[in-house]
């Protein structure tokens, strides 16, 4: 097993661990056993029901007081506030009190979905995160923010809430589809560029293997992930500065989201941008060539997209960027690379340079 501790020492104490292992289901039970448990409900999709959550929901019922099971369809559509309220619902009627606890089994739909739900219903119970897919291993479930999404936009409400602990097998990810694997590759990818040189070589030199999901290097990308993730989110839990590095790629990349009508997956669309922000880098003299043709290459080798598609105009994408709520005083924050390992943010790009940029990517 692999632990990271995860450690927010402020008013009161939310720190908790991350547990990462392979085949490692059976220590579940141990690490629940560890923690006071009165009456457990699980949270899951319908996919990850038949593949996942039924086996742990049978450790569960051999030796814990588990109650019952909540599965919804799957998908980003779920992730509302009519689901919020289903399920709000369902767990009054299954008699769920304030000493309860969810456990989320599922990618960051549900975690999301769960994670908000137990920050909210009965003002609060406690919460588990068992997150089942490389996007939710690596991301999501690390940093404690919940939410779901309203018909103007995404993840607009939601609430900063802890898990008492995350449970990350990575034997999870062999059920995963190949697309839903790079859609968290690419995160993976950014947290090198963003702040870990050592950890970037170490994903060029294993591409082939972590394709192949050798458990030993699932581990250490999992592991070396929510480690960094976690040392910014210690630093700014709450997002007043740091955080936003972890922005990386996705100011260009939700504005490609949206203008595709979220036909092109989160973790493309953020590799589209890590490529359009390098190479705004590059424009502004604050990167070499040769950092950028690295990203490039890496992006590529996994099989992410190094171009901007041919669909979309420049405008319709730099349109989209006036709506990214991560804007702070109407000024947008760009995360720019200087090298691999480390970013500036910078304010005060020209729209004109992101066109330029965007409309170069297009015709390559
Ligand atoms: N809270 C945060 O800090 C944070 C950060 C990043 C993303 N997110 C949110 O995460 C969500 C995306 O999460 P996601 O990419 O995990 O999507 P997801 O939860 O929709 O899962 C993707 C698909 O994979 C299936 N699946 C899950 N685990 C599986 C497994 N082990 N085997 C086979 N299929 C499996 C799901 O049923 C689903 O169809 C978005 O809503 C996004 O806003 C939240
Ligand atoms: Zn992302």
Known sequence: MTRVEVSLKKLEDRSYTIHIGYKCLDRLCEILSEIPLNSVFVITDRNVEKLWAGKIIALLEKRFPYRGLISVEPGEEQKN????????????????????????????????????????????????????????????????????????????VGTFYQPVLVFADVDFLSTLPHEEFLNGMSEVIKYGIIMDTEFFTFLESNVEKILEKEPDILIKIVSQSCKLKREIVEKDEKEAGLRRILN?????????????????????????????????????????????????????????????????????????????????????????????????????????????????????
């Open 81 to 156: 506030l009519l689901t919020i309220k289903k399920l709000a619902r369902k767990l009054v009627s299954m008699k769920a009190d304030r000493a309860s606890t969810i456990i989320a089994v599922g990618g960051g739909v549900i975690g999301d979905i769960a994670g908000f739900l137990a920050s909210i219903f009965l003002r609060g119970v406690s919460f588990i995160n068992i997150p089942t897919t490389l996007l939710a291993q690596v991301d999501s479930s690390v940093g404690g923010k919940t939410g779901v999404d309203l018909p103007e936009g995404k993840n607009l």
């Open 248 to 364: 990386f790629g996705h100011t260009i990349g939700h504005s490609i989201e949206a203008a595709s009508n979220y036909r092109i997956k989160h973790g493309w669309a953020v590799s589209m941008g890590m490529v359009a922000a390098s190479h705004l880098a590059l424009e502004y003299g604050m990167t070499e060539p040769e950092e950028v043709k690295r990203i490039e290459n890496l992006i590529d080798r996994f099989g992410l997209p190094v171009c901007v598609p041919e669909d979309l105009t420049a405008d319709e994408i730099v349109q989209g960027l006036t709506y990214d709520k991560k804007m702070v005083d109407s000024k947008l924050r760009w995360i720019l690379p200087t090298k691999i390992g480390s970013v500036n943010v910078v304010e005060g790009i020209k729209t004109d340079d992101v066109i330029n940029v965007l409309r170069r990517l297009k015709g390559r």
